[in-house]
């Protein structure tokens, strides 16, 4: 299976610290992307970052791809209640997105 | 620009019955795909259409379907209906089917008694 994996699959941490959170995945990409996922909602996507990329930045957030290790990893700096959610990485082959396990942040006031 | 709607958003049946849910993607987006999420496996993707077509299927029994009609609306069924079946199923939407970014709507949430 192309799925990935995230590490940890929980994380707490006080609102003002960095959240960081890693993927790996089995095979070849296209490019990797990150989703958030609010209790029982949909996706919002959050950053993509393509196979030639090792990193990438949009506001709060950090990606880095190492496609010889077959891991990414995702940061947010200076974390938010608002934060608090599921984050999946999805890689993207041939036909699909293919969705990681996810990683359940909370973000403590 | 509206986003990706589903309906209907809760829906509860019993073992056997059959379900239709429906998603409307965002305006000029010709790709819509399903997933479904539950909390041992995931998410995990069910089909794909494209201009009314099915590009991609998922590891799923013949038990689920779908279509996409001309407007790019799309549909899926799943019929004899399983306690197993009991999910978030989630619709996503984009321009082309490239992968590069999908559009989520805020799921149905299918109970199977």
């Known amino acids: 299976s192309q799925q990935g994996e995230e590490d940890p699959q929980a994380l707490s941490i006080q609102e003002g610290e960095n959240a960081t959170m890693n993927c790996s995945y089995k095979t070849s990409i296209n490019n990797l992307q990150w989703y958030r996922q609010n209790s029982g909602r949909g996706l919002v996507h959050l950053i993509l970052?393509?196979?030639?990329?090792r990193e990438k930045h949009s506001g709060r957030l950090r990606v880095t791809l190492d496609t010889s290790k077959k891991s990414s990893s995702l940061l947010i700096t200076a974390s938010r209640a608002a934060d608090t959610a599921s984050y999946f990485c999805a890689t993207t082959g041939a036909n699909n997105l293919f969705f990681g396990t996810g990683t359940r942040l909370t973000v403590i006031p | 620009k509206a986003g990706v709607t589903q309906t209907p958003r809760y829906l509860i049946k019993t073992r056997g019955q059959q379900v239709t849910l429906s998603c409307s993607p965002i305006?000029?987006?010709?790709?819509v795909s399903w997933y479904q999420q539950t909390p041992g496996q995931g998410l995990q993707f069910l089909f794909e259409?494209?201009?009314?077509?099915?590009?991609n299927k998922g590891n799923f029994p013949g038990r689920f379907s779908g279509r996409q009609f001309s407007n790019s609306r799309s549909e899926m069924n799943v019929s004899t209906l399983e306690l197993g079946d009991s999910a978030l199923y989630l619709c996503a939407s984009s321009f082309l089917p490239s992968y590069n970014e999908q559009f989520f709507g805020p799921g149905t949430r299918l109970t199977v008694l």
């Open positions: 305006s000029g987006h010709r790709s």
């Open positions: 259409y494209f201009s009314e077509t099915q590009r």
């Open positions: 970052i393509r196979s030639n990329e």
